[in-house]
């Protein structure tokens, strides 16, 4: 510490005692950078100063506002995303989609003599819907009757290395699916859950044979809690053919209507279950099984489905956080040169687009682009960084656009949805367990736009939204 800051320390305390505490708080935030509404929210939260990275500028400035450990390296847990999809529009653009396209020999007289393969492109976006959409463009070209397997060529990705429960061990969940080049309905099965006559029904949203639900749910008329899934005992039984799911503890009537999502099936037989389902209610016949294969050259193209956009995609990613998305098209990113896409490669390239912007960040360490890492850190300094190239660059509507928006959608629709703040900021969110984090943009009722970057790496990062939500009110009323 210097003289210069010691000097100043003593004159802090001095103010402490002749003038009170709530005026030596003032020249402290002053001193720290950090607006004194954030600092208290955060000395509430059992949360140090030094746990906390926080970044504001005015995107007319040369300067952060506010500057606080900009440097220092954090997890950032979502707001990885911000990378993942920003190298996304600046490597492929963002009218960029996808094509799974189906394989095979034209049928005589309705039968299909050989295999049906379907070529996985790395779509983050193929649903249930376009997958049936897909196979009845296949019964309009007069196929009735399949004679060989599903093969389903996933090529495209290099095979996944982790398993699906290594982050937490719950590998049902469905954020800790595993990308693969062809998947259909992110391999997840829903349940609508809702109070009926009394009881809680649980009903999925596809209804596979090959499952079942055991609901034991019982109702409850308390309020609606906000972690209303924690009230619930949730497991999965998978024998390898066919699955369980039970649910036990009480549903809060007042809740209304939820979904839960599961991971169940491998994904070869969701896949297969969900093609044996659709065919057979589209009238056609099949009675052989799921292999891996990719088919034979210059064999004719059946039936195509083409994705959304990338612009359109990256809204379900940022918006809601999806993990799998981004996790696909972060390996999609690492399709270049020969081979496979590997996690590897995927990082290679997201470093090239940066770089070819002029943004170097040594500190960067990519495992999935998601975020779902203990690994993956960035700094605030450079979070801000990118978020000023992306407002520079010509797709800054699609990008900035993706972002939830406070107050009124995604992760933020239940979330400052008071008039200062409401509508006014674009804002990523993440959080883990000991991380959590905001970034995004603001325009202020005084009509100025601003970068703004608040993470938090701490055993009581859960507790850090009171002072992220005061920065924001702080950023609303100052600028």
């Not at 059992?46 to 390296?73: C, F, H, K, T, Y």
């Not at 270049?336 to 770089?355: C, I």
């Not at 367990?433 to 701490?458: C, M, Q, W």
Request: net charge neutral.
């Amino acid at each position: 510490m210097t003289i210069s800051s010691l000097k100043c320390c003593w004159g802090v305390l001095a103010l402490a005692g002749w003038l009170g505490l709530g005026l030596a708080r003032a020249v402290l935030a002053q001193e720290e950078g950090l607006p004194t509404d954030v600092q208290e929210a955060l000395a509430q939260a059992g949360i140090p100063l030094g746990a906390v990275s926080v970044v504001v500028q005015d995107l007319a400035a040369a300067v952060p506002v506010v500057r606080w450990n900009g440097a220092e390296s954090r997890r950032p847990a979502s707001l990885m995303k911000l990378v993942t999809t920003y190298s996304a529009l600046a490597g492929l653009g963002p009218a960029y989609t996808w094509e799974t396209r189906v394989r095979g020999s034209y049928p005589e007289k309705g039968v299909m003599a050989g295999d049906l393969y379907v070529e996985g492109s790395g779509d983050p976006a193929l649903s249930l819907e376009r997958w049936q959409t897909l196979l009845r463009d296949l019964r309009i070209l007069g196929v009735q009757r399949i004679r060989g397997n599903l093969v389903l060529d996933t090529s495209a990705f290099a095979p996944p290395l982790q398993e699906a429960g290594a982050f937490d061990h719950q590998a049902y969940r469905t954020y800790n699916t595993m990308p693969e080049a062809l998947q259909v309905g992110f391999k997840a099965v829903t349940l609508r859950i809702e109070v009926a006559n009394g009881q809680v029904r649980a009903l999925p949203d596809f209804d596979f044979p090959e499952l079942r639900v055991e609901n034991r749910l019982r109702v409850s008329d308390e309020p609606c809690p906000a972690n209303w899934k924690g009230r619930l005992e949730r497991t999965v039984e998978d024998d390898g053919e066919h699955a369980r799911i039970r649910l036990r503890g009480s549903f809060p009537a007042s809740c209304g209507v939820k979904t839960l999502s599961f991971s169940v099936f491998s994904n070869e037989r969701f896949i297969l279950y969900a093609f044996r389902k659709i065919w057979k209610e589209l009238g056609g016949t099949f009675t052989g099984t799921v292999v891996s294969g990719q088919a034979p050259e210059g064999s004719p193209v059946l039936a195509v489905t083409r994705s959304p956009s990338l612009a359109d995609v990256l809204r379900d990613i940022n918006k809601y956080s999806n993990n799998l998305m981004a996790r696909t098209l972060f390996l999609d990113l690492g399709r270049t040169g020969e081979g496979p896409a590997t996690p590897e490669k995927a990082a290679a390239q997201v470093r090239r687009l940066l770089q070819a912007r002029g943004l170097d960040f040594p500190e960067l360490v990519l495992e999935n682009g998601a975020g779902l890492s203990r690994r993956e850190s960035i700094t605030a300094d450079h979070l801000n960084a990118l978020l000023r190239a992306a407002h520079q660059d010509p797709f800054q509507p699609e990008f900035e656009s993706s972002l939830p928006l406070a107050g009124l959608d995604g992760t933020l629709a239940t979330r400052l949805q008071e008039p200062v703040v409401q509508g006014r900021f674009h804002l990523k969110t993440g959080s883990l367990d000991e991380v959590s984090g905001i970034a995004g943009y603001g325009r202020t009722p005084s009509g100025k736009e601003v970068t703004v970057v608040f993470l938090v790496n701490h055993s009581q990062a859960d507790a850090a939204r009171s002072a992220q939500d005061a920065l924001l009110r702080w950023i609303a009323r100052t600028f």
